[in-house]
């Protein structure tokens, strides 16, 4: 399956055949002008090759036949591919999302590939045998990538559960899976290394999302107790006139949840913010809001869940008719 191209920039890599048929010189490849970066391949000198496409690209070149890109060198492909010019977040970025930012952890560019076939060690890359169909692989800008079902499948099954789910929810929102493909790859390798975390990552998952921190506050609100929400819910006021899109919702009682990042820091936002919140208890939901302390450290989760928890215990004894309905994502 061949897909269109990514909007990774490719390093101008060159292999000592491709060279000698450009008619450059060994002499010229151990100058000052290429750089070596693996056994047989050069790259011209200053050229970026320790960011993550860099690496990504020079892995690549690297790859026999039968070997593709996986888990989140994979997803970052499809994610730069397929998100919206105005879709900024990264959430591949060659690290685990968790919710201590500072203990992130690097991860190795993933090559897939079926049990059959050879690949010289490379630092930095980690080789993963594991059969593959035809149509789990895809050709996305000229890389080879595991397609997106199968790479949401192995993304979910090695990765633990938290990140797991932060990964399905960010390929369920750029609407490369859907929960019932990714159900179905794995009733049909019940067997297979990690198919249990998947399962609950994916029954953690949900569409709509739209970051990680948000992930990750719905994470700490079910463990919390609370009912499953809704997210990103559309919010209407008695006259069906738009009040608000909530991150998390709970329809029975009313409770809301935000999650304010960097970008409700400027005074201009909060006062937007605060304005937004007062329509939306005039309209009788209930609101409590977290930021990045409430994720980020273990004190900080325990005191937000237990905020959450006061607040949703309010929210049911205060239920009365609401002014409002819940309607559909513009």
Request: glycine residues 10%; positive net charge.
């Given at each position: 399956?061949?897909?269109?191209?990514?909007?990774?920039?490719?390093?101008?890599?060159?292999t000592?055949?491709?060279?000698?048929?450009a008619?450059?010189?060994?002499?010229?490849l151990?100058?000052?002008?290429?750089a070596?970066?693996?056994r047989?391949?050069?790259?011209?000198?200053?050229?970026?090759?320790d960011?993550?496409d860099g690496?990504t690209?020079?892995?690549?070149?690297m790859l026999?036949?039968?070997?593709?890109?996986?888990?989140?060198a994979?997803a970052?492909?499809?994610?730069?591919a397929?998100?919206?010019?105005?879709?900024?977040?990264?959430?591949?970025?060659?690290?685990?999302?968790?919710?201590?930012?500072?203990?992130?952890?690097?991860?190795?560019?993933?090559?897939?590939?079926s049990?059959?076939?050879r690949?010289?060690p490379?630092?930095?890359?980690?080789?993963f045998?594991?059969?593959?169909?035809?149509?789990e692989?895809?050709?996305?800008g000229?890389l080879?990538?595991?397609?997106?079902?199968?790479?949401?499948?192995?993304v979910?099954?090695?990765w633990?559960?938290?990140?797991?789910?932060?990964?399905?929810?960010?390929?369920?929102?750029?609407?490369?899976?859907?929960?019932?493909?990714?159900a179905?790859?794995?009733?049909?390798?019940?067997?297979?290394?990690?198919?249990?975390?998947?399962?609950?990552?994916?029954?953690?998952?949900?569409?709509?999302?739209?970051?990680?921190?948000?992930?990750?506050?719905?994470?700490?609100?079910?463990?919390?107790?609370l009912?499953?929400?809704?997210?990103?819910?559309v919010?209407?006021?008695?006259?069906?006139?738009?009040?608000?899109?909530?991150?998390?919702l709970d329809?029975a009682?009313?409770?809301v949840?935000?999650?304010?990042g960097?970008?409700?820091?400027?005074a201009?936002?909060r006062?937007?913010?605060?304005?937004r919140?007062?329509?939306?208890?005039?309209?009788?939901l209930?609101?409590?809001?977290?930021?990045?302390?409430?994720?980020a450290?273990?004190?900080?989760?325990?005191?937000?869940?237990?905020?959450?928890?006061?607040?949703?215990?309010?929210?049911?004894?205060d239920?009365?008719?609401?002014?409002?309905?819940?309607?559909?994502?513009?």
């Amino acid at each position: 399956m061949e897909l269109d191209g990514s909007s990774l920039e490719r390093v101008p890599t060159l292999t000592s055949a491709e060279a000698t048929r450009a008619g450059i010189g060994r002499w010229q490849l151990a100058g000052r002008s290429y750089a070596r970066v693996r056994r047989g391949l050069y790259v011209p000198v200053g050229t970026p090759c320790d960011d993550l496409d860099g690496r990504t690209a020079i892995t690549v070149r690297m790859l026999p036949e039968g070997f593709v890109l996986g888990g989140w060198a994979a997803a970052r492909v499809h994610e730069q591919a397929h998100r919206s010019q105005s879709d900024e977040l990264e959430v591949f970025d060659g690290r685990l999302p968790e919710m201590d930012s500072d203990a992130r952890v690097a991860l190795p560019i993933l090559v897939c590939a079926s049990r059959p076939g050879r690949l010289r060690p490379q630092p930095g890359v980690r080789v993963f045998r594991s059969d593959l169909e035809p149509h789990e692989v895809a050709v996305v800008g000229g890389l080879p990538v595991t397609a997106p079902t199968r790479t949401a499948f192995d993304v979910a099954r090695l990765w633990p559960l938290e990140a797991a789910v932060v990964a399905l929810d960010r390929l369920r929102a750029l609407g490369l899976v859907a929960a019932d493909d990714v159900a179905a790859m794995l009733a049909e390798r019940t067997g297979w290394r990690g198919v249990g975390v998947a399962r609950r990552a994916l029954d953690l998952s949900q569409d709509g999302v739209e970051s990680p921190r948000e992930s990750m506050m719905r994470l700490l609100w079910h463990r919390a107790g609370l009912p499953r929400p809704v997210c990103n819910g559309v919010v209407l006021d008695e006259h069906g006139s738009f009040a608000g899109r909530v991150d998390l919702l709970d329809i029975a009682s009313g409770l809301v949840a935000e999650y304010d990042g960097s970008f409700h820091a400027s005074a201009a936002r909060r006062h937007a913010d605060a304005r937004r919140q007062e329509l939306l208890e005039h309209l009788g939901l209930t609101v409590v809001r977290a930021n990045d302390p409430d994720i980020a450290t273990a004190a900080g989760r325990r005191a937000w869940q237990a905020r959450v928890r006061r607040a949703y215990d309010r929210a049911r004894a205060d239920r009365r008719p609401g002014r409002w309905t819940l309607g559909t994502t513009p």
